[in-house]
């Protein structure tokens, strides 16, 4: 049988690299793909590699898309502040990046199909980050349709399956998987700054020591050494 070939993004934080050590995980020839989206810092793109040569990826790639141009994010923007008040139900936070996922989803999927890759992994998470709307199943199942209206090789019945396992995941669910897969967590980066360490108090910070804390591994939060 031929291998599968699976393509992975890989943003550098805790989700993606544990989606992308699921799809090694099951046989899988798995090709990296990152962005450097004109992000406030570069530890997650310094994470990614990290990650990828840890995991042993058949490829790794890193895209210049320069979605800072136009701001609009936290992430993108430092005239906007990063938040640290925690996520509040059924608001979208401002570190949502207007058509992020939208855009790597679509780099994706060329990247796949030129390398007749089967699927499109995706650490997308929908659980904890409930605000972000290009996280959450409905979109997915829609893109899917799209993806396959859109390709040579959905048009031929063979197109790009995009896979997210983690949509709907806790984070410590997450968190128990990478301690189980070996992710070297330690390595990623999900702070929404770009210190010299994470700090701890960013949401995504919070959410993932929260998680760390609940699976037994407070050793790994952010501010274990302090």
Known sequence: MTQRTSVALLSGGLDSATAAAMALEEGDRVIGLSFDYGQRHRRELEAAAAV???LEL???HCLAVDLAAWGGSALTDDAITIPTDGV???????TYVPGRNTVFIAVGLSL????GAERLVLGVNAVDYSGYPDCRPDYLNVFQQLANLASKAGREGHGTRLCAPLVEWSKTRIVEEALRLNVPIQSTWSCYSGGSTPCGICDSCR???AALREAGRPDLCSNAST
């Open 207 to 209: 959410i993932r020591d």
């Open 88 to 94: 509040q139900d059924g608001v979208i936070p401002p």
């Open 112 to 115: 796949a199909e030129a390398r």
């Open 58 to 60: 058949a490829e790794h």
């Open 52 to 54: 990828a040569s840890h």
